[in-house]
């Protein structure tokens, strides 16, 4: 177990190793009964740095086990720098990695891959699929391989010449020999970004892509999604949507699990200062899995995965009541905890929730819907008396019901720096919030200086039986904690 086991920020059910640097969520899949969830993880400390695929595996989403690392640089290889982001597919008994190989002596991250046949433990490296990115990208990295039709079909992220972001599409009968198909979809001209991690769900015969939006200079900016169908080989699609509202969230990936649903993880990565990171030794932690669907009028909605309720151990709060002018506190709560908040109230006068997380209440987080825009409102601004924490204020839209009375209703689940709020809607805002206050921490309701509401509140601790094993180096090539190098 992590020497940081007792960082009262380190998640307790949010996946991530006990130490070091994690982001992207890469490799989803289902085999040989387990959903897998591969990422980006550097095993030798909290920076972005020699990256490898970390890996752990559920034979229900709620019970995880650590494994070995599944796949590391090869010296001199391919992948010299970095096993980069990717997917894997489930193909008979073979699990199947598809990733960038990094070298830092060029700009495209060719497409390589790697096969196991003892479900991820142990991957064999194969030649490059994709040697060459098409003429005219100016960015190359990312594919996502999915089967559809009796053939395979892979995206792969880029930005091209003329300064407009891009999935480009590839095909095979057999996963070895790939032909480029043009671009599946495209961006404005002139933006000047790259579209990472392009992930691709169907829904009969509608779908939905969603792309992380990269900027060369500034990094990651946020995540969007397209909706439309398939003409020819391209996507046509209305205008995006942000898939999550929150300042903290980049990268996600989907698994299509063996019931149908589509699930997707994104990372969550720090809203704190480098030495903060530094000092706690450890950076990033995925989202718990949502549930991806798809409505008549081409919405798509997100909701927690239905296994999560596997999550809760016990009930700690049951209250209801009424709320005027002044704050009623409903109750106390510990670092994680799952929970399910409905407030009624004139649809003049704003109403919400408020997280106190110091014993002197100036440390708190605020949560209300203001009905002058018809939004949640989620202000982080005092949420940690660290000034090394990030503030903010972020919004994410809730229609109104056209009534004199407006009931909100919202999901909320924490786990210690990290909080997921859902709507009804399928609308989600993720954040991270680092309180420097000890638990039980006290929840308030409140309803303006005018307005009243009626509430009801109910709250369950959340835990799981995360099983982190240490087992030998696996056969494939991979570093130490010392940095040495095993065959």
Request: glycine share 10%; with cysteine; proline share 9%.
């Amino acid at each position: 177990m992590s020497t940081f086991d007792a960082d009262p920020h380190l998640p307790t059910v949010h996946l991530r190793p006990p130490r070091n640097w994690l982001n992207d969520p890469n490799g989803l899949v289902h085999h040989n009964g387990h959903y897998h969830v591969f990422f980006q993880y550097n095993p030798h400390g909290p920076d972005h740095a020699n990256m490898h695929w970390g890996h752990f595996r559920s034979p229900d989403l709620v019970r995880w086990e650590l494994m070995p690392v599944a796949l590391a640089p090869t010296p001199g290889g391919e992948d010299a720098d970095g096993c980069y982001s990717g997917n894997a597919v489930s193909d008979g008994d073979r699990l199947i990695a598809f990733y960038s190989a990094y070298r830092t002596d060029r700009w495209w991250q060719p497409v390589t891959t790697a096969t196991s046949t003892d479900a991820g433990t142990n991957f064999v490296k194969r030649p490059l699929a994709m040697p060459q990115p098409p003429a005219g990208t100016t960015m190359f990295r990312d594919p996502y391989v999915w089967r559809q039709d009796h053939r395979w079909r892979m995206l792969v992220g880029a930005s091209m010449v003329d300064g407009s972001a891009a999935a480009l599409l590839y095909e095979s009968p057999d996963l070895k020999a790939w032909s480029y198909q043009g671009q599946f979809a495209a961006g404005d001209p002139g933006t000047g970004t790259g579209w990472e991690c392009p992930q691709y769900a169907t829904f009969g015969e509608r779908g939905a892509l969603i792309v992380s939006h990269w900027h060369p200079q500034h990094g990651p900016q946020r995540v969007l999604a397209y909706t439309g169908r398939e003409h020819g080989g391209r996507f046509v699609t209305g205008d995006p949507v942000p898939l999550d509202h929150g300042p903290d969230f980049y990268a996600p990936a989907l698994l299509p699990a063996p019931d149908g649903r589509w699930l997707l993880w994104g990372w969550a990565p720090e809203a704190r200062s480098p030495d903060w990171v530094g000092d706690a030794g450890w950076a990033g932690v995925l989202t718990l899995p949502r549930e991806l669907s798809l409505t008549e009028d081409g919405t798509l909605r997100q909701q927690p995965a239905r296994e999560l309720f596997g999550l809760r151990t016990r009930r700690i709060l049951h209250h209801t009541g009424q709320v005027a002018r002044q704050p009623v506190e409903i109750g106390q709560l510990g670092g994680s905890f799952d929970l399910t908040a409905s407030l009624r109230r004139d649809r003049r006068h704003c109403a919400g929730l408020r997280l106190i997380t110091s014993a002197d209440a100036g440390e708190y987080l605020d949560i209300s819907h203001d009905p002058t825009t018809g939004q949640i409102v989620v202000d982080r601004d005092h949420a940690s008396h660290d000034p090394r924490a990030r503030g903010g204020i972020y919004t994410m839209p809730y229609p109104y019901a056209g009534t004199p009375e407006a009931t909100t209703e919202l999901r909320i689940i924490a786990d210690r720096s990290i909080i997921e709020f859902f709507t009804p809607h399928g609308q989600v805002l993720t954040l991270r919030t680092y309180p420097t206050g000890s638990v039980p921490w006290i929840l308030q309701a409140h309803a303006g200086h005018t307005g009243t509401a009626q509430f009801a509140v109910d709250a369950w601790q959340i835990g799981h039986d995360t099983t982190h094993v240490e087992r030998r180096p696996a056969k494939s090539v991979r570093r130490n904690e010392h940095g040495k190098i095993h065959e």
